[in-house]
């Protein structure tokens, strides 16, 4: 991706897992914006406009000292996005122990070392989290055992993170979205781009009324493709 022609301000964001896909379009969307943009990645996008910080978001101890690098960079923090995700599908009889652990540790614990590690800079400047969930979240399947626990449990660190954080100024939105075109090939109809993902999180971060909150969003992709299973005879696979 190349450099968002937009010169950096003072305000800074940053993003988790932005070497690629859905992470690395938000830090462009949020650079254009005119932001000064970070990213905790575990392999670099070498992006000349984005500082990147070298981060394994498994590891317990990474998101703590990444963050304090971040700030000792810049100074402050407006925004955190937390999109870093693994995804590990495998069914309940054969997922395996170190599968689970490891997206219990990306997926969940992270984002809980990661807005700890970053409130006391989010409370000086009235700043906004941006968790990415995921319509697994809420809709389970066949497979998703891992993945749809661990963006399930997602729900219940943002509302209470909304309970306890609104007095000091600080927001925070759960944004779910369903299908995304993450990988380059993948230009189906039945997606969204990671741009549209993108300027969604652009717009909760920089362009809702001071006044309120998006505590949660849901995004779809805007077509449908024909159901595999539709009307009465959807009762029979719940």
């Known amino acids: 991706m190349s450099s968002p022609e937009q010169p950096a301000g003072d305000r800074v964001a940053l993003v988790t897992g932005a070497n690629r896909g859905t992470g690395l379009a938000i830090a462009a969307e949020l650079h254009r914006r005119g932001y000064r943009v970070a990213a905790l990645n575990r ?73 700890q590690a970053t409130l006391p800079a989010l409370r000086a400047s009235s700043g906004s989290y941006v968790v990415m969930g995921s319509h697994a979240g809420t809709r389970w399947f066949e497979g998703g055992f891992a993945y749809a626990a661990t963006k399930g449990a997602l729900k219940a660190l943002v509302e209470t993170l909304l309970l306890e954080e609104r007095p000091n100024g600080v927001r925070a939105t759960l944004l779910s979205p369903g299908a995304i075109a993450n990988r380059a090939a993948d230009d189906t109809p039945l997606k969204m781009t990671t741009e549209s993902v993108a300027r969604c999180v652009g717009y909760l971060v920089q362009d809702q009324p001071v006044d309120l909150v998006y505590g949660e969003a849901e995004i779809r992709p805007a077509r449908l493709g024909e159901p595999q299973v539709a009307g009465l005879d959807r009762l029979q696979y719940v």
Do not use: K, M, Y
Request: net charge negative; proline share 4%; hydrophobic share 50%.
């Open 43 to 115: 392999t670099p996008a070498g992006q000349d406009w984005l500082s990147e910080v070298i981060c394994d978001l498994a590891d317990p101890a990474a998101p703590e000292r990444a963050v304090a690098e971040v700030l000792e960079r810049h100074g402050r923090l407006d925004v955190c996005v937390a999109n870093a995700v693994v995804r590990r599908i495998a069914t309940v009889g054969e997922l395996s122990a170190e599968d689970w652990d490891e997206s219990v540790a990306v997926n969940l614990t992270s984002v809980f070392r990661l807005v």
